[in-house]
């Protein structure tokens, strides 16, 4: 088991940023393929951002491509989600995911991660 564990959440205006971390307690996430998801009320939970295991490719969803990017900070055993110019199709409980190695080359899929944070709510409004 990997947990991880989501913060950063919250409320922003709109036009305005939040960054979302996700740590893995007790564990590093180096070698990890990692990845962003959302679900909206009412919604399935979506694709918004992932890397592959070291960092060097990164995906994201149309909707939040020049947005949005998903850093690591190796030393802090963290991967972020920087979300810029928030606008009102982005709320929702935001998770992180993980997928421990080997991984495939490319784009993961939703069912292909192993290990789920348990969320964090991100809201936007003046």
């Known amino acids: 088991q990997v947990p991880l564990v989501e913060s950063g959440g919250g409320l922003a205006q709109p036009g305005g940023s939040l960054r979302l971390s996700c740590v893995a307690s007790?564990?590093?996430?180096?070698?990890?393929?990692m990845g962003w998801f959302r679900q909206a009320p009412g919604k399935e939970r979506e694709f918004v951002a992932s890397d592959n295991w070291n960092g060097d490719y990164t995906y994201y969803a149309d909707s939040v491509k020049g947005r949005f990017t998903i850093p690591r900070d190796i030393a802090q055993n963290t991967v972020f989600l920087q979300m810029n110019s928030l606008n009102t199709e982005d709320p929702a409980v935001y998770y992180c995911?993980?997928?421990?190695?080997?991984?495939?080359?490319?784009?993961?899929?939703?069912?292909?991660?192993?290990?789920w944070g348990q969320g964090t709510q991100v809201t936007v409004s003046s």
């Open positions: 007790g564990r590093t996430l180096r070698s990890y393929a």
């Open positions: 995911a993980a997928r421990e190695p080997p991984v495939r080359h490319g784009k993961l899929t939703r069912r292909e991660y192993e290990y």
